[in-house]
C-alpha cells in the first residue's frame, strides 16, 4: 500500500484454472452476507474496508459514489476462486471486495466496451481464460502506476495507467508477460468536468516488463529475464 496515495501499489494472486469456480458478485461467503436483514443479492456492491489497515489509509467511497469512477478490482474478482471445497472459493470471491484492492477506474475504462477495444476488463479475461482453457498454473501481478504527475480529482490523485503480469511454467521454464492499459482519456475528460486540465499520452499495447519495472518503480526480479517481450 502507499501511504501517500491510499492505494495499492501492487497485488499479487495465485491462479489455478483447473480447480476454478464460476461465481456470480452474489455468491459471497455466508458469515458475512447472510445475517439478519441482509438482502443476499445486495452483497454484489458491497465493499469493505481491509481490517488489517487503518480506515484513513484506504480509499474509501467518497470519490467512487460522487463520480463515474467504478471500484477497479486490482487482483480481478474470478481470480482467487478456485479451491478443494464449494467454501473456499466463496471467501475467495469476497476477499476481493476490500478497499485495499481497488482502485479509481472510470466506468469506460473498466467495464467490456461494445467496439472490442482492449481495456482493463477485456484484458483480463484474456489471462483467465488462458488459465481456464488450458489448466495452468499462474502468478498474476496488478498495480496502479503512481505517478506524482496524476491529476486530482475532488482531492484525490488518480492513477492515469495500470500494468498487469501473468507469469507461468512452460516447458520447464518461467513465461512471463506484461501489460499496460491507460485510462488517460477518461480522467481528462473527468478533470474537464471536476478541476482543469491535463495533457498525457494515450497507449494501449502489451509492453516489456522493464517498461513496467521503469514507470512503477518496481524490481521484479526473474521476470525480466522470463518476459516473452525482452
Known sequence: MSASRSLAILT???????R???????????????????????????????????EQCQLGPELYD???FDYGHLVRRLDPVWGPDDRTPRIANDDTFCMTNCSPQETRFHRTRRDGDGNWSALEDVILNEANLKN??????????????????????????????AAYEEQGALRAHGFMLWQTE?????????????DLS??????KIREIARVSGLDF??????????
Do not use: H, Q
Not at 41 to 53: H, S
Not at 186 to 198: H, K, Q, S, T, Y
Not at 202 to 207: E, I, L, R, S, T
Open 186 to 198: 477518461e480522467v481528462r475528460e473527468l478533470d474537464e468536468r471536476f478541476e482543469g486540465m491535463i
Open 136 to 165: 495452468r498454473k499462474f502468478v498474476i501481478l496488478t498495480g496502479p502506476v503512481l505517478d506524482p504527475r496524476d491529476t486530482t480529482i475532488l482531492g484525490v490523485t488518480i492513477p492515469t495507467a495500470f500494468w498487469k503480469i
Open 202 to 207: 494515450d497507449a494501449k499495447k502489451p509492453v
Open 221 to 230: 526480479g526473474p521476470l525480466f529475464d522470463a518476459d516473452v517481450r525482452r
Open 66 to 68: 460522487t463520480t463515474s
Open 12 to 18: 499479487a494472486c495465485n491462479v489455478d484454472g483447473s
Open 20 to 54: 476454478m469456480y464460476k461465481l456470480s458478485r452474489k455468491d459471497r461467503d455466508p458469515d458475512d452476507f447472510l445475517e439478519p436483514g441482509v438482502v443476499p443479492e445486495a452483497a454484489a456492491d458491497v465493499w469493505f474496508y481491509d481490517p488489517r489497515l487503518a
